[in-house]
């Protein structure tokens, strides 16, 4: 058996495991192998492993102290695909990201400043820069893990870390709009034509409208899974974005090998609905009601860089979002309802001469170390 060191952290409503750089082999074609037992895949129920059979539940993060000025740390988030022997590396996890902050502050990677230290990370996955506030605990002088923050998706309270996403737009294909168009109509196989919004905010996403496809837009994640009409459809609505970002060359080279990117959502006018814990979320509490498909299953919440995307797209005149938004004079705080509650997303949008330019989107999130120790793996 192999051994390694690794903490099990949440960070907003995902978890997995997180690896200093360091401490896995120099040789990094080893590491697919490395994290795929981690996780206990391809086994679906993941017995033999830390997975927990759902695409947030299944992240891999490395850290590593950076040597470029102005960046503490830099890290690569990986997703292992449930039920295959795969691991995505071609996108950010939003969530995952709020954790790598307090773990370079448990870690020791950073210098601690009181009372709130910022940490300045770099994403390898998309070259993108984010800045995570954590705050310290005086008396132990790192990661103050309490407090009265709370998230849709997470019972109980924590201490507030504010996650800002820094110059998101085009992530992986360079650009905010790939087509250059706020709407597109997508010829969906089988369908027909169909309204979309393409956009590449911190990860690439396609948007549609929940009642196009004959979904009300309050529907939980296993309404959504359980139903292979729609999810056929979905994943259809996916590769053809994903063909048109040039990720994929037809909808089965999506599905086989970009099953993460871009992610595909669905949105409605604010609606009141039951969450997934059976509690009511009113409509006058959110401005946009959304569900995000997340490697071929509904997301209990909603990923985070997905969220980005979603709130940028409401402020995009013409967009999918802006179509069925509540009406609002200026687009600042998005408050986004999703099957676990509403969070609210915070983008700045400013055009210039024509251009639209993104300089950040903000979030509020919280993380938790769960676990520390050794994971251990066959040779």
Known sequence: MRSFKTVFMRGGTSKGCMFRKEDLPEDRSQWDSIFLQVMGDPDP?????????????????????????GVDVEYLVGQVIVGKSQVDY???????????????????????????????????????????TVPIDPVTGTFAQEGDCSIAGVDGTAAELKVKFMNPAGAKTGVLLPTRKALDVLEIPGFGPL??????????????????????????????????????????IRGTACCMMG????????????????????????????????????????????????????????????????SVAAALKGSV???????MEHVEHVRIGHPSGIMTMCPELIESDGVLELPCVAVQRTARRIMDGIVYVRN
């Open 45 to 69: 129920k993941q017995i033999d492993g830390m997975g927990g059979t759902v695409s947030s539940n299944n992240k891999i993060v490395i850290v590593w102290k950076s040597e470029e000025d």
């Open 247 to 310: 990720f994929a060359e037809s909808l089965e080279d999506a599905t086989e090998n970009s099953p993460a990117v871009p992610k595909v959502g669905f949105v409605t006018a604010p609606k009141s609905y039951t969450d997934i814990a059976g509690r009511r979320v009113e409509a006058e509490d959110m401005d946009i009601c959304t569900r995000v498909i997340s490697v071929f299953q509904c997301h209990k919440a909603c990923p985070l860089t997905s969220a980005s995307a979603i």
């Open 90 to 132: 071609k996108s950010n996890c939003g969530n995952m990201t709020a954790a790598v902050g307090p773990f370079a502050v448990e870690e020791g990677m950073v210098e601690i400043i009181q009372p709130v230290t910022t940490v300045r990370m770099k994403n390898r996955n998309t070259g993108k820069y984010i800045h995570v």
């Open 195 to 236: 309204e979309a919004t393409i956009l590449d905010v911190s990860n690439p996403m396609v948007i549609v409208n929940a009642e196009e496809i004959g979904l009300t837009g309050t529907e939980l994640p296993n309404e959504i899974n359980s139903n292979e009409d729609i999810c056929a459809l979905l994943e259809k």
């Open 321 to 327: 979002v802006e179509k069925v938004l509540r009406s």
